[in-house]
């Protein structure tokens, strides 16, 4: 009898090595090319080309992406994953599953900016009406319900400044109301938030980022509560041509291993980033969900059980030639998009850029941050010489 394990060892026991000749890491299938036993079973599997097990084509999928995604699943208590060849692709697949022209969705102002972007741009040309909603709205999503109302779309934390969605309130609306709710979980990820546990019906990772956790991969994942959901989800992949590439899904595994102990040193060092960061005299807001006088922390800390690397801060105003002389003089932290890996970065963004329904009182720069392992007393010691820059004569 096997005994339950806890969520460390599931994530280091992904798999038999005695079923690998003893190595403890699948291998990875590289190919295109599955051949048939015979003309029977080519028949039998032209009949159902979409089957999940047993696929007979490496775009349907490989026994290296069946190892990743089964754990995945687990973990989020799902009954299955999908692959796709980045975070964004996992988003937009997962839209294109369930909408058509004619019908209508509701999506958070505060999600990452290409699915906004996409909504905009491509679902409206196809004919689907998308609406914007605050992502404070909770329950009281259900004003917004039409009879034309295919799904909602979710992310919490948002992008940017991470209001926090009521996220069981939003999922029992939507169940009412028979709306598909679709969220993207990234920022979470499986181990901080359980995103189905809390009433949603598809998860979405940028596996990009925390899941690979080493900044050397393009992956998306897309997890389903609901047999028919996934059905929905992997057709649309198939006849979409997306997939995620073996040597991609190889390292996400391996990255699934360590995903734990990354996350909560992640925390550890943003926690600590961000309560230095709240004492400098240059400093007028730090936005990160663990704080708490994060806006939403109520709902944080009930749904949550704990927060990543990313944080951003607000500066009071000052020159923007001195800020950008700030940013440049930082020596450990990179100035690049993305996330999630083992090193630390830094971007300025526009939290008003393409938002309907934020409030925003600052009038410095914001700056998004993300923590990553280096000893974290070397990184105050690189932003105090940085702001040295923009501090007050």
């Known amino acids: 009898m096997t005994r339950k394990k806890r969520i460390d060892t599931s994530l280091v026991h992904l798999c038999d090595p005695m079923e690998q000749r003893g190595f403890v890491n699948p291998p990875v299938y590289l190919g295109s090319t599955v051949i048939y036993r015979d003309v029977d079973e080519l028949e039998t599997m032209n009949q159902d080309p979409l089957r999940r097990k047993d696929p007979r084509y490496g775009r349907f999928g490989t026994p290296s992406s069946h190892t990743f995604e089964s754990a995945l699943a687990q973990l989020e208590g799902g009954v299955g994953t999908v692959t796709t060849n980045c975070g964004l ?26 699915t906004k972007i996409f909504c905009l741009e491509v679902l409206a040309d196809l004919g689907v009406y998308v609406e914007f909603y605050p992502p404070e709205i909770g329950g009281h999503i259900d ?6 109302t295919r ?5 919490s934390p948002g992008s940017g400044i991470y209001e926090i969605q009521d996220v069981p309130a939003i999922c029992e609306v939507a169940k009412r109301f028979g709306v598909i709710t679709i969220l993207d979980n990234t920022w979470g990820t499986p181990l901080f938030f359980k995103a189905i546990s809390h009433g949603v019906n598809v998860s979405v990772h940028a596996a990009t980022k925390y899941i690979v956790g080493h900044a050397d991969s393009m992956l998306g994942a897309i997890v389903c509560k609901e047999e028919q959901d996934f059905a ?12 995620g590439s073996p040597n991609d899904i190889y390292l996400a595994t391996r990255g699934l291993r360590t995903l734990s102990v990354r996350l909560q040193h992640h925390q550890k060092q943003a926690t600590k980033l961000a309560q230095w ?3 400098q005299s240059s400093v007028e807001r730090v936005y990160y969900p663990a704080l708490p006088e994060h806006p939403g922390y109520e709902i944080f800390i009930r749904d949550f059980k704990g927060a990543c690397g990313l944080l951003t801060v607000v500066f009071r105003p000052c020159d923007k030639a001195l800020m950008n002389s700030m940013i440049n003089s930082l020596e450990l932290f990179g100035l690049g998009h993305s996330w999630g890996g083992f090193e630390s970065l830094v971007v300025p963004f526009d939290p008003l850029y393409k938002r309907q329904y934020l409030n925003w009182p600052h009038k410095g720069q914001a700056l998004r941050i993300h923590v990553g392992l280096e000893d974290i007393n070397d990184l105050i010691a690189d932003l105090e010489h940085g702001f040295k820059y923009i501090a007050k004569p």
Not at 151 to 155: D, G, H, P, R
Not at 232 to 243: D, E, M, P, Y
């Open 89 to 114: 692709s996992a988003i937009t697949t997962s839209l294109l599953a369930f909408v058509k022209a004619g019908d209508h969705i509701l999506v958070a102002d505060s999600v990452y900016l290409p």
């Open 143 to 148: 004003r917004l319900i039409r009879q034309n």
């Open 277 to 279: 960061l709240e004492q």
């Open 151 to 155: 799904l909602i779309f979710l992310e």
């Open 232 to 243: 929905s989800v992997r057709k649309a992949a198939i006849r979409l041509g997306q997939n």
